[in-house]
């Protein structure tokens, strides 16, 4: 669907180069042909567009001038190109400080319109066709120079121009033999949104009179001509106008594919096949009516049959920290959002229930769970630099969840939020929560968005890696504070990390996650005597006093399968030192080992 | 600190446009006095014209009155007309000034929703039909240059139907095919830039959160999402209205509209030199004025770029 555009200008293009190149022996002798009885003529069978004051055929005319507007365009273009091209690559072959002036100025002349630059150019060098091509050589040129500035930054920095300035090759050499290569292509490639964009320019210099003068002609002035007699027969100004249109678009079109075909974006799959989610009411028995938190066989999907989270199973409690650690890719993150509706389409979320506090929140309907999952969810991001929103005052943005689900008026709802950014220990937090995010260091962003989870009353907070941005100091504080709202409001906290050590000390338990499985569960003061190979070889790849420092750290050989090649087996037996051939064949459930403690494994279970 | 350094670029840019303005008359080849009055002029004449106009000065002292001259809004005589190119400013300016801000406005209030509403519907790939159709609609109206649209107004509007005047500024009517000829253009390409910012923004972790306090769409998309993404349309926005006060030069001419664009037009196929001059400083100007204002209000909305400059 996408070529279909470039085709489109392809031929458009191809069909305008062949009349350039046939148009003038063809029909030559008919555009120049006067013929005084026909003068002024709309259209007929005869002149499909009419004639001009000398009854010359205007379609005839309008076809021969292809080759002079063209003409005219390229001649533009090559001049801003040439233009472009040397102020472009000057600040790189220039001292820093002229250099700089360059750049400043290029970045001058961008900011101010090309249709000036090359009215100012025409005045100087004269009306007609010369003055035309100059002008809106002169007036693209700084859009073109401002690319090759872009392009020979990025190249300016690749190792083989450092070691070319290393082996003391000139400036102007590393221009010309590194640099200059380097981004022809690009640059090439704009040049045809450059023609098309000259051939626009120079039709409206033209048009104003400006540019190409009797007896040559081109399309802007078989328009200029045309236009006065609009009135009467408008086919004579309507037949060089779409010329100018089609020829405009048909360059442009060719130009926007080509550069996508430098970029090329990723192709979507088919769209996947849902598992049916079961209603409440059928797992009832294995209902935990203690839990706040419960999940069963949770399963997202993406298109593509990428099943990135399979068969996930969850209780958390009241008051209870659940740690869920694994590698990039392991699908807890995923699994996290999945519990609070969050998918990013086009992932679908199937399997068991999603039970907070005994609800099915996804049976819900759609107002209902907005109210519930906007009141007792709460969440926490990894970035506190990107949670809070750039242009809003902190306080607003707590104090909308008032307004919002508690049908709070403003006054009471900004009191409250001043409140909750007290609770977070944010001193002063009347000033503060009049101020914008970039106002707050990283740790008291943080704290306001734990601040913002608490304006209802959450049931469920999930934390997807708060403290990874964070100074360490700081990490401890915002564990801290993760720990008292947790047990303050009885909420069930879901911990999202990729640190064990850090999951160690906060949570009350452990899920560990492999590959889009839960391996291993266990209670957090037992990560010593975790039984899952994987479990162990994360909990020793954490450095402590004991470890040995002449040695090196452990790590785990080999790379967590991708979603879509998981297979029958253990999607850990690859990497696992106590693999079997059944561990390859046969996947391990997740099998009760011990108090409080399961694990999937064929080989300790 | 940046309201200084902006304004120093904009004095900078000013200083330069003057010396662009002045030194035009004396790069045009020849003599341009000569070239104005046409090769059967007496000789007399041209000399008077030109110790008229002070040509026959040195140019350090030509330059100095130049420059006394704009500041004084004295921008010298027409060579054909003998009227003071201040006066012809002076009643052209509001005309030009009212069509820019009529199309500017117009744009926005087209542009902004259709690409907040194109973003949000083809998040995440969603809606491949709507993206083809709107990356293909406004990619193909960008392409197009305003005088073309003016054309096409005029016959299918003014002749054909006969809706609107055709030409010329006769009551509010007259307005709407000008600015309509001038806006469409600046509206597809705004509407293409809002809606790349908008996907961007759309994909930021404070729009996660505010979905996960399940805050109403509307209120997402237009209270979090919409003023970060026009905080970062309005730097190539500006850009933008600089070169629609340029296209409405083209639009003017179309519409035979009492402006400073059609003035500067028949300034320059008759060589009225000072004239030409005078309007094209005029234009530079107003570009400035408008990169200036749009940089500064850029600062006042955006508090961080303020942070970061200072």
């Known amino acids: 669907m996408r070529t279909l555009s470039g085709l489109a200008g392809a031929a458009i293009v191809a069909l305008l180069l062949v009349l350039a190149v046939i148009g003038p022996p063809i029909w030559g002798d008919r555009a120049e042909l006067i013929d005084p009885v026909a003068a002024l003529q709309g259209a007929s069978a005869a002149h499909p567009l009419g004639t001009d004051n000398l009854g010359r055929d205007i379609l005839a005319r309008m076809l021969v001038a292809t080759r002079f507007s063209l003409l005219l365009a390229l001649l533009a273009a090559a001049i801003g190109a040439a233009i472009g091209v040397v102020l472009g690559t000057l600040p790189s072959v220039l001292p820093r400080r002229p250099g700089r002036l360059v750049s400043g100025v290029v970045n001058a002349l961008v900011a101010f319109p090309g249709l000036l630059l090359a009215m100012f150019t025409a005045v100087v060098a004269g009306l007609g066709a010369r003055g035309a091509v100059l002008g809106i050589g002169v007036a693209v040129a700084p859009g073109f120079a401002r ?66 003068q009797p007896p040559s002609y081109d399309w802007g002035r078989l328009l200029f001509d045309g236009f006065g007699r609009i009135y ?65 066989d949770l399963t997202v999907t993406f298109p593509g049959d990428v099943t990135p989270v399979r068969d996930v199973s969850l209780t958390v409690g009241p008051g209870e920290i659940v740690g869920v650690v694994g590698e990039s890719g392991s699908g807890k993150s995923l699994t996290a959002y999945a519990v609070g509706g969050l998918v990013p389409y086009p992932g679908v979320v199937g399997g068991g229930p999603v039970l907070l506090c005994g609800q099915d929140v996804h049976a819900l309907p759609e107002g209902e769970r907005r109210k519930v999952l906007g009141t007792s969810l709460a969440m926490v991001f990894q970035d506190p630099m990107a949670s809070l929103n750039p242009a809003l005052k902190v306080g607003g943005q707590l104090a909308e969840v008032a307004t919002v689900h508690q049908r709070a008026t403003r006054a009471d709802a900004w009191r409250r939020a001043v409140d909750r950014l007290g609770h977070v220990r944010i001193t002063d937090p009347a000033r503060r929560a009049r101020q914008h995010p970039h106002e707050f260091s990283g740790g008291m962003r943080q ?148 108090k409080a403690h399961r694990v999937a494994c064929w080989e300790v279970s | 600190m940046l309201v200084l350094r902006r304004v120093a670029r904009f004095a900078a840019g000013l200083a330069a446009l003057m010396l662009a303005t002045f030194a035009m008359i004396h790069l045009i080849p020849g003599d341009p006095v000569r070239a104005a009055l046409g090769p059967a002029a007496p000789a007399e004449l041209v000399a008077t014209r030109t110790a008229a106009l002070g040509l026959d000065k040195p140019l ?69 039909g709507t993206e083809i159709g709107f990356t293909s609609g406004t990619g193909a109206a960008v392409a197009v240059p305003e005088f073309l649209y003016s ?88 850009l933008l209205l600089g070169g629609l006060i340029a296209g ?12 400073l664009g059609m003035r500067m037009t028949e300034a320059i196929t008759q060589k009225d030199f000072p004239v030409a001059q005078g309007v094209i400083l005029v234009y530079g100007a107003i570009v400035l004025i408008v990169n200036l204002a749009v940089d500064l209000l850029l600062g006042l909305l955006d508090p961080k770029s303020t942070l970061k400059e200072s």
């Open chain 1, 232 to 296: 009467v027969s408008p086919i004579v100004a309507l037949g060089p106008a779409l010329m100018v249109v089609v020829a405009g678009v048909g360059f442009n079109l060719v130009g926007e594919a080509l550069a996508r075909t430098a970029s090329r974006s990723a192709v979507h799959g088919a769209a996947p096949a849902v598992p049916p989610r079961p209603a409440a009411g059928e797992d009832d028995e294995r209902r935990d009516t203690e839990a706040v938190l419960e999940v069963r």
């Open chain 1, 447 to 594: 704290r306001a968005v734990i601040a913002m989870g608490l304006m209802g009353t959450p049931r469920l907070i999930i934390a997807d890696e708060p403290t990874t941005g964070l100074d360490v100091t700081v990490q401890g504080e915002i564990l801290r504070l993760l720990r008292e709202v947790t047990e303050e409001t009885s909420a069930a906290t879901l911990f999202i990390s990729h640190d064990i050590a850090v999951v160690g000390s906060l949570c009350d338990r452990v899920v560990v996650m492999y590959a889009g499985r839960v391996v291993e569960e266990l209670p957090a003061d037992r990560l010593g005597a975790a039984a899952h190979p994987y479990t162990r070889a994360l909990v020793s790849s954490v450095p402590d006093m004991a470890t040995d420092r002449s040695q090196p750290l452990a790590s785990i050989p080999g790379r967590q399968p991708t979603p879509a090649e998981v297979g029958e087996g253990c999607a850990f037996a690859g990497r696992c030192p106590l693999a079997t051939s059944r561990c390859t064949a046969e996947r391990p459930p997740l099998e009760e080992h011990g």
């Open chain 2, 60 to 128: 350090p002292e030509q330059f100095a009155t130049y420059l006394k001259g704009v500041v004084s809004g004295d921008f010298g005589t027409s060579f054909l007309t003998g009227e003071p190119v201040g006066q012809i400013i002076a009643d052209r300016l509001p005309n030009t000034l009212t069509l820019a801000v009529l199309a500017t406005l117009a744009a926005l209030l087209v542009a902004v929703p259709l690409g907040l509403w194109a973003a949000i519907r083809t998040e995440n790939g969603r809606h491949r």
């Open chain 2, 248 to 259: 409405s030069v083209l639009v003017e001419y179309v519409f035979a509209w009492p402006g």
């Open chain 1, 147 to 212: 690319l090759t500035q872009t392009l020979a930054a990025s190249v300016a920095g690749a190792d083989y121009v450092a070691a070319a300035r290393l082996l003391g090759v000139s400036r102007t050499r590393i221009v010309t033999r590194h640099v200059l290569p380097n981004i022809a292509e690009p640059l090439i490639l704009n040049l045809t949104t450059m023609i098309g964009g000259s051939l626009l320019g120079l039709a409206g210099m033209s048009f104003l009179g400006l540019g190409v």
């Open chain 2, 151 to 238: 054309i096409a107004l005029v016959v299918v509007f003014a002749i054909t139907l006969g809706w609107f005047p055709p030409a010329g500024k006769e009551g509010p009517l007259s307005y709407v095919l000008p600015v309509a000829a001038l806006a469409i253009g600046p509206a597809a390409l705004v509407a293409r830039l809002v809606r790349v910012e908008t996907m961007r923004e759309l994909g930021m972790d404070y729009v996660r959160l505010a979905r996960a306090k399940r805050l109403p769409a509307a209120m997402v998309n237009l209270r979090h999402v919409l003023p970060n993404a026009l905080t970062a349309t309005l730097t190539t926005g500006g």
